[in-house]
């Protein structure tokens, strides 16, 4: 069964840390995926997750280079933005391989554009806007 979380962060320091606390429980396999409008704390979130998981920085946004690759300790993290592309570019790039690894961790955003090529037991997060710079971000853990 899936359990809801659902977070609030009201500055974008909150929601990069929110991303750096839970990131703390990847341990390598985990696809997370993050859907929500524009603006909405997705690459706030993924930057705070990559810090979280030792990544060395600047951590941007892989808007139009789609995927960026990020190696911390024995893992190998993949940052990849498909607000641009679809299932089959992604595909051509070596999804496959990348999300088989597993001690890889990948982190989508705007993954409800591939969602026919994401796997059954990935993570979403869907983020929201309820003020100016309060956000809300709801988790549905993978199942297992």
């Given at each position: 069964?899936?359990?809801?979380?659902?977070?609030?962060?009201?500055?974008?320091?909150?929601?990069?840390?929110?991303?750096?606390?839970?990131?703390?429980?990847?341990?390598?396999?985990?696809?997370?995926?993050?859907?929500?409008?524009?603006?909405?704390?997705?690459?706030?979130?993924?930057?705070?997750?990559?810090?979280?998981?030792?990544?060395?920085?600047?951590?941007?946004?892989?808007?139009?280079?789609?995927?960026?690759?990020?190696?911390a300790e024995s893992r190998n993290i993949y940052h990849i933005d498909?607000y641009r592309v679809g299932s089959k570019d992604i595909l051509d790039l070596g999804w496959e391989e990348i999300v088989s690894g597993?001690?890889?961790?990948?982190?989508?955003?705007?993954?409800?554009?591939?969602?026919?090529?994401?796997?059954?037991?990935?993570?979403?997060?869907?983020?929201?806007?309820?003020?100016?710079?309060?956000?809300?971000?709801?988790?549905?853990?993978?199942?297992?």
């Amino acid at each position: 069964m899936i359990s809801k979380n659902i977070f609030t962060t009201i500055s974008f320091k909150q929601t990069q840390k929110l991303g750096e606390i839970l990131a703390k429980e990847l341990r390598g396999g985990e696809i997370v995926c993050l859907t929500g409008e524009l603006g909405s704390g997705k690459t706030t979130f993924a930057q705070g997750m990559l810090r979280g998981l030792g990544a060395k920085g600047p951590y941007t946004s892989p808007t139009f280079v789609v995927i960026k690759h990020y190696k911390a300790e024995s893992r190998n993290i993949y940052h990849i933005d498909a607000y641009r592309v679809g299932s089959k570019d992604i595909l051509d790039l070596g999804w496959e391989e990348i999300v088989s690894g597993k001690n890889n961790i990948v982190i989508v955003e705007w993954a409800e554009r591939i969602k026919s090529i994401i796997p059954k037991d990935a993570i979403w997060f869907g983020f929201g806007h309820l003020e100016k710079n309060k956000r809300k971000i709801l988790c549905l853990p993978r199942k297992n």
